[in-house]
């Protein structure tokens, strides 16, 4: 049973790779993401906290002030540690808006919670994606 659900999650995420730039952008015709996730090398190495973008998706929530103060500085504080990305410190995708977190407000936690495009989009991948 265990590899049956191991080889199912491995087949979704297989597929899901090769369509997350498509799913990351808020508006791909208005906004795409600079720099862009595929870079032809078929290297991973430059996404996650390395690409400018998705290091603030994947940021804390309560830590985005650091983008609005100095993008370059937040992704250097990310990619050294200064900021922990742990399971606790619940990432900025997981808000509405756009960029994501953008309508995360400190005082009502909850509210847009669970409401990020991003998570919506993924969602429906693999419920159509069979």
């Known amino acids: 049973m265990d590899a049956t659900i191991s ?29 862009a996730i595929y870079d032809g090398s078929g290297l991973r190495t430059h996404l996650g906290i390395n690409h400018p973008v998705l290091a603030r998706f994947l940021c804390p929530v309560r830590e ?43 005082d009502n936690m909850f509210e847009g919670m669970f409401d990020g495009y991003l998570l919506e989009r993924v969602g429906v991948f693999f419920l159509v994606s069979f």
């Open 7 to 35: 080889a199912t999650r491995s087949d979704d995420t297989s597929r899901l790779k090769s369509q997350i730039g498509h799913y990351a952008a808020f508006n791909t015709k208005d906004h795409p993401i600079r720099p």
């Open 64 to 106: 985005l002030g650091r983008f609005s103060e100095d993008a370059d500085k937040a992704l250097k504080d990310i990619q050294c540690g200064k900021v922990n990305l742990t399971a606790f410190a619940l990432p900025a995708f997981l808000w509405a808006g756009d960029p994501p977190g953008q309508d995360y407000d400190d």
